[in-house]
């Protein structure tokens, strides 16, 4: 069991760390600091978003609209991190 619990945790910290790189991504997109005709980073980018987006779109659904701002992938580091108190306490 806690074998299944150590390998659901590093699975958690590689969506954590997707979450996180798609976000710098998209300030870097934003920002202009990497250019858009960039096809391998709008291809790394466009990998990630097609991962995270079964995840974070039940998410963007509850959430009221914010405007430009999305807290969906904030909201899921928070769940994913809560999971993994409630998995190692359970243990």
């Known amino acids: 069991m806690i074998a299944f619990i150590q390998i659901l945790g590093m699975l958690i910290n590689v969506l954590v760390m997707l979450v996180i790189i798609q976000f710098i991504i998209g300030l870097l997109f934003a920002f202009n600091v990497i250019n858009q005709g960039n096809q391998f980073v709008v291809q ?13 779109s039940p998410i963007r659904r509850i959430l009221p609209q914010t405007g430009a ?14 999971l993994m108190i409630i998995l190692n306490n359970a243990v």
């Open 44 to 56: 790394i980018y466009n990998s990630i978003n097609s991962l995270l987006e079964p995840v974070l």
């Open 69 to 82: 701002l999305d807290f969906s992938p904030l909201v899921l580091i928070l769940g994913l991190n809560a």
